[in-house]
């Protein structure tokens, strides 16, 4: 009998040398271990031969196989917990029936399987209905225990060893793509196809710890700072692995930091369902993975910065650039603004000047529409209030300023800068996002280096235009100057169809000036040129001609139009004065029908007021009708 035992021990050690070193090459462990029950089966002319194995994920014995005579569907369980069969074992490597499980009452015999002390399997036997099995001595089921673990185990390792090839191969392939690319997007989508390569059954997630915009389509998270994520924070800030075991929900989650030599980047998450503990190996090559991948993505932000800081330098270069080379200012703040909206995806853009005499902002032009509007003195007010006090720039994220309508835009993301020249405020820039925390700080700083760069090239236009503003304007009227009123009629003679022009005189001034005398003449010339001012169109120049004399150009106007306006005048001079005083118009005309100049409309308008004085005064004499009388 024990040389029969023997024999069949020798017999099946030569089937399983045939499995493992035959020409099909290495098989997969599930074929070797149906392979080995068939051959079992066969050899102990057993009814029924059943296998579990140990799963290192799981941590339990997981159903692998059965060699049943006949085609009926096993019933067995698919799991086996570990602890179960840990109580059973001990030094015992063989159960005859009654067996100690209740999972097994239809079998025979349990053989257990081990590789150094360690239980790694069992087998379930039935015998067949000649009962030869039962007649067998123990010898013969610790010769098959033996043989059995033995090829299972080089199966399997066999296995791990081209799985673990397959995963470093792949690994090597993505390393090689990782370094070649800057592209951020696509070193965290070679991640995400990796992990889906090695392990399609889990689930992942990128939780980053900086702006993630644009990376559409892959499961990225942001690097949340609350309670619920403390072992992501521990491998975040650590940059060490990171575990989350529940036995209840049966999972296990791995936090490992996607680190390079400069810091940690975020953490990789993931999740494996229906799993107790990450097996060793795995845990290394996902760490493996990351580490890579955290090389890879600190060279791509190191680049995409580099890349960002010289479009910057261009930025503040062509706008300083720009800004220097006399510019208008609504074409100065019409630039800045769209270099904003392009540069940080502004939604809107405003630029401020400060009167500290009045205490507002007045609103410069070429800043967007909204800033317009009487929607926007909520933010300005607010901004300026804060400007004034703290002198410093506003960063905000998330602004929750009280609207009185609901169905106004509401900005949250705010960043705003103060115009400081030579220490003092100027004005402020606001740029806004109906987004929360839009805009990031490096937009933050970039704006600020923008604004200061710019501050002296505004304040420059600013001056420019109020001594331009100085030298076409009179000082005591507040009028235009004659040369400006000149120069318009004569580019509108170049440019229009026609035009009209009406010259005024005070009359009687000499008596009012030795009557009251010359600071209430001075007084009289103002009321007049505010009537005039009052009573013309933006498109219309109002001017000082000399003295008491005063003029009003009209581009694009008929002859009737311009009696009309010098008769409206005369009778608003004469009711609203005090004290009081009329004028005398001579009103001139021209149009391209026929051949004429600046030099003969004024001579014309002239004489129609030379005739006015002369017939009574205070009334309105046209070139054409130089006796008509208001």
Not at 172 to 192: C, N, P, Q, R, Y
Not at 314 to 322: F, G, P
Not at 437 to 463: D, G, R, V, W
Not at 583 to 611: H, M, P, Q, T
């Amino acid at each position: 009998m024990e040389l029969l035992e023997s024999d069949l021990v020798l017999q099946l050690k030569s089937c399983f040398f045939d499995m493992i070193g035959g020409e099909s090459g290495i098989i997969p462990f599930e074929t070797a271990a149906y392979e080995m029950l068939l051959t079992v089966k066969r050899l102990l002319h057993s009814e029924e031969v059943t296998l579990y194995w140990y799963d290192e994920w799981k941590q339990q014995f997981r159903y692998e196989g059965s060699a049943v005579d006949g085609s009926n569907a096993s019933t067995d369980p698919s799991f086996i917990p570990y602890e179960l069969m840990e109580t059973i074992t001990g030094n015992c490597n063989v159960y005859r029936k009654p067996l100690p499980i209740d999972y097994f009452d239809r079998f025979d015999f349990l053989v257990m399987l081990k590789a150094n002390g360690k239980l790694i399997g069992f087998m379930a036997l039935k015998e067949n209905r000649d009962k030869s099995l039962g007649q067998m001595g123990n010898g013969i089921f610790t010769g098959l225990a033996k043989e059995c673990s033995l090829f299972l185990e080089k199966a399997r390792n066999l296995e791990k060893v081209i799985m673990e090839e397959k995963k470093y191969k792949r690994l090597f392939k993505v390393t090689e793509k990782f370094h070649s690319t800057m592209d951020m997007d696509a070193v965290l989508g070679e991640i995400i196809m990796t992990l889906q390569d090695v392990y399609p059954a889990f689930s992942y997630y990128l939780l980053l710890s900086q702006d993630n915009h644009n990376h559409s389509g892959l499961p990225i998270k942001d690097l949340e700072y609350d309670s619920e994520n403390i072992a992501a924070m521990q491998a975040y800030v650590t940059g060490t692995i990171q575990f989350e075991d529940s036995l209840q929900e049966r999972r296990s989650i791995l936090y490992a930091p996607l680190k390079g030599k400069q810091g940690v980047y975020g953490v990789l998450q993931v999740i494996a369902p229906n799993t107790l503990m990450f097996p060793k190996n795995e845990v290394e090559f996902i760490t493996l993975l990351a580490d890579t991948a955290g090389s890879a993505l600190e060279n791509a932000q190191l680049y995409q910065h580099s890349k960002r800081l010289i479009s910057d330098l261009q930025l503040i270069n062509e706008t300083s650039h720009r800004l220097n080379s006399n510019l208008r200012l609504n074409e100065t703040i019409n630039y800045m603004c769209e270099q904003i909206i392009n540069s940080f995806n502004a939604q809107e853009v405003g630029f401020f000047m400060l009167s500290h005499d009045q205490g507002e902002a007045q609103v410069l032009p070429g800043s967007t529409e909204f800033f317009l509007t009487q929607d926007a003195e909520i933010y300005i007010n607010y901004i300026m209030g804060k400007i004034e006090k703290e002198i410093d720039s506003l960063f905000i994220g998330d602004l929750q300023l009280q609207t009185s309508s609901p169905n106004k835009k509401v900005f949250r993301s705010v960043i705003a800068v103060p115009m400081v020249q030579s220490d003092t405020l100027k004005g402020f820039a606001i740029i806004v996002q109906e987004e929360p925390y839009y805009f990031s700080f490096e937009t933050f700083k970039l704006l600020q280096s923008l604004i200061h760069h710019s501050t002296l090239a505004f304040t420059n236009s600013i001056l420019h235009e109020e001594l331009e503003k100085m030298i076409i304007t009179d000082h005591l009227t507040k009028l235009h100057s004659r040369n400006y009123l000149d120069e318009r009629i004569q580019r509108s003679m170049l440019d229009d169809e026609q035009g009209a022009f009406i010259l005024i005189d005070i009359d009687d001034f000499k008596i009012i000036n030795d009557t009251y005398g010359h600071q209430l003449g001075d007084e009289v010339i103002i009321q007049v040129a505010n009537l005039i001012k009052g009573n013309i169109r933006g498109s219309d120049i109002g001017a000082r001609w000399g003295g008491e004399e005063l003029a009003i150009y009209l581009p694009k106007v008929t002859l009737s139009a311009g009696v009309a306006i010098a008769d409206r005048l005369v009778e608003r001079v004469a009711e609203s004065t005090d004290p009081n005083v009329t004028i005398s118009c001579g009103v001139s005309y021209w149009n391209r029908d026929r051949l004429d100049s600046f030099k003969f409309l004024f001579k014309r308008a002239d004489e129609a007021l030379y005739y006015a004085k002369n017939s009574g005064k205070n009334k309105v004499i046209t070139q054409e009708d130089k006796t008509r009388i208001s």
